[in-house]
């Protein structure tokens, strides 16, 4: 993303009294330090800041988007030389209770608040990095096994422990009317070279993904335009990012979708660390979203998580059992019971 002027003046002004304490009644979730453990029959969401999530079901544990590092602005705007900030990694691991094994790493798209850290928490936790072609070089180049990579595409299916993964179309938001950091890469970096600055994170292909574990169907992106989403039925969870605060794109989204809960993502100041709290961006704009939900009388729950809280997904209700009027024969065979048993007494 070039950062222009107009950019750096909004994402400075960050006020430290914008926080979700103002939407408790959306809130969903506990501290993930005292949230049980979801059996193989359930999924639990714990939210880690931006646009990452930790998803567990059972056995199987699947990291969405992790960005842990959260470089400052004035390094983004400079593009400045990056390295992994191993105490911001270490504090959001211990605070949202990450396991130290990781099944898969799901990435939307290649910019550096989705796949940054990526490499470094695959060579801590293990587990296989599902990513486009151009994920895939950027792993490769920042010391990740090639092994542990499966590129992927739009409508691949992949299978990780429990949890069955489908590829789905997506688009970037524009940002200030263009798309941040456009490009691919096709082909490996040069001998002894790695992604070192911001702008070496192409957006790459952006993907959104389905994921079905424990009796559950969560669909997950980071943000798009008008008419991008794909059409997906029985979602019980929608992630949709709203970091720029466009709510013709989310009424469109969730009128497509029409989950049962709708979770609003990636809108958070992400220049500035975890252990701050959370801070809307001055890009967002929830209130917008909250009004869209009650004027557009929107299928689903809208709900907001606070960092490091953990929400068990609840079980989908039962339909009632609807009481069938007979059929005509059915009512004429009683009639003739009844008929019969008069004649008989």
Known sequence: MRLVAPVIA?????????????????????????????????????????????????????????????????????????????EAIAYIREKGKIPDHIDAYLVTHCHFDHLYD?????????????????????????????????????????????????????????????????????????????????????????????????????YVESGGIVGSTPSVRDLDVAILGVGVGKTDRYIDAVRKLKPRYVLASHQDDFFTQASSGFHFNPLANFPAIVTAEKSENLPGELLLMEYFNTWTLPDQPKEPSVKREPSPMAKFKTWLRELLGTVRS
């Open 118 to 218: 990526v490499p470094t928490l695959q060579k801590e936790l293990g587990g296989k990095v599902i990513v486009s072609e151009t994920g895939y070089h950027l792993c490769v180049a920042s010391g990740v096994d090639p092994g542990e990579i499966i590129p992927t595409s739009v409508g691949k299916v992949h299978r990780i422990g429990s949890a069955t993964i489908e590829v789905l179309p997506a688009e970037h938001d524009l940002v200030l009317g263009k798309v941040p950091y456009l490009g691919e890469i096709t082909k490996p970096f040069p001998p002894g070279s790695k992604p070192e600055r911001v702008k070496d994170w192409k957006l790459g292909t952006p993907m959104a993904f389905v994921i079905e574990m424990g009796g559950q169907r969560i």
């Open 10 to 86: 909004l994402l400075t002004g960050v006020s430290c009294a914008n926080q979700l304490k103002g939407y408790s009644d959306l809130l969903k979730g506990e501290p993930a330090a005292t949230a049980p453990h979801p059996g193989s029959r359930s999924v639990s969401i714990t939210y880690l800041g931006v646009n990452g999530y930790l998803l567990r079901s059972g056995g199987t544990t699947i990291l969405v988007d992790p960005y842990f590092s959260r470089f400052p602005l004035r390094k983004i705007a400079l593009n400045a030389p990056l390295e992994p900030q191993q």
